[in-house]
């Protein structure tokens, strides 16, 4: 994975492991990586990648059980929630980037219309 300057590297582990999931690469309930994995997976350091596992049981994407490991979250209204929130950011730098050109929201939607049916 190559990483941004401008983002810390454990948030952009942290979208990189929500995008796996809501595509679902990664399943509810699934068992994720030891931090030890995670850290040679992504070559950070180990206190990120418990760094990581602990936001992300902060925002209830995943929980650990004690002798086993770390899992995904069972809950489908937070995959629903996850899901709308990584659909955001890429939704907002379009939107922004079409209103400095100048579009309009109904150009805008003209434009994705017109892409979709060049193929």
């Known amino acids: 994975m190559d990483f941004k300057a401008n983002v810390p590297i454990y948030l952009q582990v942290m979208n990189d492991i929500k995008k796996q999931i809501v595509c ?70 379009f939107v922004l980037g079409m209103k400095e050109l100048g579009y309009t929201k109904e150009t805008m939607i003209r434009a994705i219309e017109d892409y979709f049916e060049r193929g």
Do not use: H, W
């Open 24 to 93: 679902r690469q990664i399943a509810l309930g699934e068992k994720l990586p030891s931090t030890r994995e995670l850290a040679v997976k992504y070559q950070i350091n180990p206190n990120t990648a418990v760094r990581i596992y602990n936001e992300m049981e902060l925002e209830g994407i995943c929980f650990t059980r004690r002798g086993l490991g770390t899992f995904v979250t069972e809950d489908e209204e937070k995959y629903e929630s996850m899901k709308e929130e990584i659909t955001q950011g890429p939704i907002e730098e």
